[in-house]
């Protein structure tokens, strides 16, 4: 059976009303004149004012780091040295 695509469809769909779409859309909030005196006042929370302690140590004689993704790696996985220096095994590939 042959269909002309180029042809209008009518669905069911078609017939709603502009204004019966319109309720469905959700309403936006609006500001009012309190929400729009405190826009600047931020407030940081508690988490971004504690202190966190790491351990940061050397590279160590077994390691490299990599001059591609500048990831530290341990020596088993070193797969070439270049001019520029060590690069893993899984940036050579």
């Known amino acids: 059976m042959a269909t002309d695509y180029?042809?209008?469809r009518k669905t069911d769909d078609d017939t709603e009303s502009l204004d019966a779409?319109?309720?469905r859309i959700p309403a936006k909030p609006t500001l009012s004149d309190?929400?729009?005196d405190n826009v600047d006042s931020f407030t940081i929370p508690d988490v971004v004012n504690e202190e966190?302690?790491?351990v940061v140590l050397p590279q160590q004689d077994n390691?490299?780091?990599c001059i591609s993704c500048f990831l530290v790696k341990p020596k088993a996985q070193?797969?070439?040295r270049s001019k520029l220096g060590p690069v893993c095994k899984e940036c050579n590939s």
Do not use: M, P, R, Y
């Open 34 to 36: 309190d929400d729009s």
């Open 63 to 65: 390691e490299f780091t």
């Open 6 to 8: 180029d042809a209008q």
């Open 78 to 80: 070193l797969g070439k």
């Open 21 to 23: 779409i319109k309720e």
């Open 52 to 54: 966190l302690e790491v």
